[in-house]
């Protein structure tokens, strides 16, 4: 059973860059053919892909917030991780990371439990 864990800031200033890191057990993430995402939820609306890596090391980012993202992953470590630049209260939302046989989109077919992350001063 693959387990994916979401960790970081919950609280994160205008401005600055929110980073998530995403703990993989379970499952190795250069297991051929899976996708491993970053997914939001801002409140009161639907999920929203943010960008993923796949399995090689292939990175796939949401045209309207790629020049803010930055996806990398740490293979020793089975980690992934997200970093999203120059946020505003817009980015407020609960982030999920996930496990996708799709690159895009947010298709899913385990993922963790999400984290809360607030943008505020």
């Known amino acids: 059973q693959v387990q994916l864990q979401e960790s970081g800031p919950g609280l994160v200033k205008p401005s600055q860059t929110l980073s998530l890191t995403c703990t993989v057990s379970?499952?190795?993430?250069?297991?051929?053919?899976?996708?491993w995402k970053w997914i939001r939820q801002p409140p009161g609306k639907g999920l929203e892909w943010i960008g993923s890596?796949?399995?090689?090391?292939?990175?796939y980012y949401m045209p309207s917030l790629k020049s803010r993202t930055s996806i990398s992953r740490d293979t020793s470590n089975n980690q992934f991780s997200l970093q999203l630049s120059s946020v505003t209260p817009e980015d407020t939302a609960v982030y999920y990371c996930?496990?996708?046989?799709?690159?895009?989109?947010?298709?899913?077919?385990?993922w963790g439990q999400g984290t809360q992350v607030t943008v505020s001063s």
């Open positions: 996930a496990r996708s046989t799709i690159a895009g989109g947010t298709q899913y077919d385990y």
């Open positions: 379970g499952g190795s993430i250069t297991t051929n053919y899976y996708y």
């Open positions: 890596i796949s399995s090689s090391g292939s990175i």
